[in-house]
């Protein structure tokens, strides 16, 4: 779950670094197209993790409770809270700083593509602010599982919190060297967090969704044992379809592929920063991120795609 605050940071990482690394170009026209498409991507891989976020519990609470449904069985309270795989606060924790440093995202876009410095310096303005509050939040966690997470939070809050603050103050060239330099060690420490917190959501999605489908097929069976009844054979058949289709989409919309490719994307970033600014190396930084793009969009677009077949 943790993983989710990378997904932003490398985001205004990346950024920032390749600003600061153009600003000897002749033109800045070239590079717009693909940042816009790395701010772009980032935000569908943000989305795809925070719905796994708050998917967490949700999907062993559904999966114990379609079990329990199809077989005729007892459900339990208890059994339901035992279930429980991270607590409210815990994941409001996280969600909030999804949100947060999707909007640092945001800021930082407007800083390459804007040339409206009253409004940055508002937008930061609101990000600093926010930020404390997230940071207080944050602390407040108590849960042994929330450890990593606030250690690897609270030095990439710092450093979000200053190039906010000079991006406030319409200092732009401070913020991105602040980013530049003290940035990228929190940023890998907050991905690898983030991702091995996904990689434990993904987990138990495919566990729920196979067990789903088990027990669909079970309560097809127990119904065709009894008097025919077209209607409702109908009706467990089409549980059972939906539940298979599910599975199958499951793969595709595994949340650590789109965590992957920003990271791949991001190194992208990094390596054209400190390359000679030629053409060729604008082509070869423009193609990458739209590989990234294309990567993202796999993975959002499955990842709605569940949900509406969780829907059915």
């Not at 040339?115 to 310096?121: F, H, N």
Request: hydrophobic share 40%; glycine share 4%; net charge positive.
């Amino acid at each position: 779950m943790k993983r989710q605050i990378i997904t932003s940071r490398y985001l205004y990482l990346v950024t920032l670094l390749f600003l600061a690394a153009l600003s000897g170009c002749a033109s800045t026209a070239g590079y717009k197209t693909p940042i816009s498409n790395f701010q772009n991507a980032s935000s569908v891989v943000t989305e795809s993790a925070r719905v796994y976020i708050l998917q967490l519990n949700k999907t062993q609470r559904d999966a114990y409770i379609d079990r329990q449904v199809s077989m005729g069985w007892e459900i339990k309270l208890k059994m339901m809270d035992s279930l429980q795989v991270m607590s409210p606060k815990s994941i409001a924790a996280r969600l909030g700083a999804l949100n947060q440093l999707s909007k640092y995202g945001s800021l930082l876009g407007q800083l390459a593509n804007s040339d409206a410095p009253e409004k940055i310096s508002s937008n930061a303005g609101d990000l600093a602010e926010s930020l404390k509050t997230l940071n207080g939040n944050i602390n407040e966690l108590s849960a042994k599982d929330d450890k990593q997470f606030q250690s690897v939070f609270a030095p990439a809050s710092v450093v979000i919190g200053e190039v906010a603050r000079y991006a406030k103050e319409k200092m732009i060239q401070e913020a991105l060297v602040e980013a530049i330099n003290k940035g990228e060690e929190p940023v890998k420490n907050l991905i690898g967090v983030i991702k091995g917190d996904l990689e434990i959501a993904y987990s138990l999605s495919q566990s729920a969704f196979s067990v789903k489908r088990k027990y669909y097929v079970a309560a097809y069976e127990l119904e065709r044992k009894k008097a025919y009844d077209f209607d409702r054979l109908r009706t467990r058949g089409e549980e059972v379809k939906s539940a298979l289709d599910a599975w199958e989409t499951l793969p595709a919309s595994n949340p650590t592929e789109g965590f992957d490719a920003l990271a791949t994307a991001h190194s992208a970033l990094v390596d054209y920063a400190n390359s000679p600014k030629q053409a060729e190396n604008l082509a070869t930084f423009s193609a990458q991120m739209e590989d990234f793009v294309a990567r993202a969009t796999r993975v959002g677009n499955a990842v709605k795609q569940l949900q509406q077949l969780n829907k059915n």
